[in-house]
C-alpha cells in the first residue's frame, strides 16, 4: 500500500486495515529494509540481510509516536525524531544518468538504526514544509489510511479509488436503490 504520496504519510500506513483484516507491513527488519526500498527511501545495502527484528520494533514505536502527533498533537515526536536526525550521516552524488545527470542522496547504511534515518527525515519535511491542509485522512468510515493530496483541485477523498472509493460508490448505490 504505497498510496500516500509521501514516504513520512506511507509510513503511517505500514499497518492497516485497506480490506477488512489488519496488516503489519513492518514485521521484521527484512520487512523495513524492503519498505525503505519499495517506498523510495533509502537502499538498505547488506542491512537488508542483517537487520536484526528489534529495529522493525523501533520502527513500529517511531510510527506510533508519529501517528500520536498526528491525530492528538503528542509532541515527543519531536525528541524522537531530533535524536536520530542527529546521528545522519548522508552525502549526495551526481550521476551521470540519461539526458540530465541526477542528484541522489546515498546514506550511510552501516547499523541497523541507520535505517530509521530517512524515515525520520521525512516526518520532519511533512511537519516542517508541507501544507498541513493537504495532509489527510481516508473518508472510508473504518479506514486509517492517510495520504498527501497532489491533486490540481485538492479533492481527494480516498486512500485508494480502488479500496475505499469502489467501497464508498457502492454504499450510495445501495442506498439509492433503497430510496427508490
Ligand atoms: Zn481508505
Not at 533509502?42 to 500520536?68: H, M, N, W, Y
Request: aromatic share 6%.
Amino acid at each position: 500500500m504505497i498510496i500516500a504520496d509521501h514516504p513520512a504519510l506511507d509510513f503511517l500506513n505500514t499497518i492497516g486495515a485497506p480490506k477488512g483484516e489488519e496488516i503489519e507491513w513492518l514485521e521484521n527488519g527484512a520487512d523495513l529494509c524492503a519498505w525503505l526500498d519499495d517506498v523510495g527511501l533509502a537502499e538498505a545495502g547488506s542491512l537488508a540481510e542483517t537487520a536484526p527484528d528489534k529495529i522493525a520494533v523501533q520502527a513500529r514505536a517511531l510510527r506510533e509516536q508519529f501517528r500520536r502527533y498526528m491525530n492528538d498533537g503528542d509532541p515527543a515526536i519531536f525528541d524522537q525524531v531530533n535524536s536520530i536526525l542527529a546521528k545522519e550521516h548522508s552525502h549526495l552524488e551526481l550521476l551521470q544518468t540519461g539526458e540530465v545527470p541526477q542528484l541522489r542522496r546515498v546514506w550511510r547504511m552501516e547499523k541497523p538504526e541507520d535505517l530509521l534515518v530517512p524515515i525520520a527525515i521525512a516526518i520532519a519535511e511533512l511537519l516542517a514544509e508541507d501544507a498541513p491542509e493537504r495532509v489527510r485522512q481516508c473518508n472510508g468510515p473504518t479506514c486509517t489510511m492517510w495520504f498527501k493530496d497532489i491533486s490540481k483541485n485538492n479533492k481527494r477523498r480516498w486512500c485508494s479509488m480502488a479500496v475505499c472509493g469502489n467501497r464508498a460508490k457502492a454504499a450510495a448505490h445501495r442506498a439509492k436503490l433503497k430510496s427508490e
